[in-house]
């Protein structure tokens, strides 16, 4: 994910964090919520997802690289593939894919320690930049 798109998903989970934080609540405790939270899209780009859909449908060597991540990040990485394909409903071209990506997705697919470590971050660099 190229860092302007890392900079808008760490802002969109931060927001979302302060608002539902808002709403009452332990900090650590909604991080993890925020992270299982509906979004405003997928956050990975096109053009990876497409490398990663072509893995998994084709079992290429590909498949061996994106397995051998970090099992959590795997983990919601294999999920959010699979959510993307379910909704390309077979067309795997990228332009179907981008339609996809850009749409409103169920979750962050990141895990709540991630969470917590973007959100912690993200407020830190607000802070240093007095932005609230």
């Known amino acids: 994910m190229n860092s302007s798109v890392k900079r808008q998903r760490n802002e969109e989970l931060t927001d979302l964090f302060l608002s539902v934080l808002g709403s ?8 993890e919520q ?10 990975i780009e096109p053009e990876y997802a497409l490398r990663l859909i072509k ?7 590909a498949v061996s690289q994106y397995k051998a991540r970090h099992a959590v990040k795997r983990g919601n990485t294999e999920r ?6 379910r909704r390309c409903d077979g067309d795997f071209s990228l332009a179907n894919i981008a339609s996809v990506v850009f749409s ?8 709540g320690r991630t969470a917590q470590a973007v959100i912690t971050r ?5 802070r240093k930049h007095g932005i609230h």
């Not at 959010?80 to 394909?85: L, S, T, V």
């Not at 993200?122 to 607000?126: D, S």
Request: aromatic share 10%; charged share 25%; net charge neutral.
């Open 24 to 31: 009452g609540g332990t900090s650590q405790h909604t991080m």
């Open 34 to 43: 925020c992270a299982a939270m509906p979004c405003s899209r997928f956050w």
């Open 55 to 61: 893995a998994k449908t084709d079992g290429s060597a």
């Open 80 to 85: 959010k593939i699979e959510e993307i394909i």
């Open 104 to 111: 409103p997705a169920p979750e962050f697919y990141i895990s």
């Open 122 to 126: 993200t407020l830190k660099e607000r």
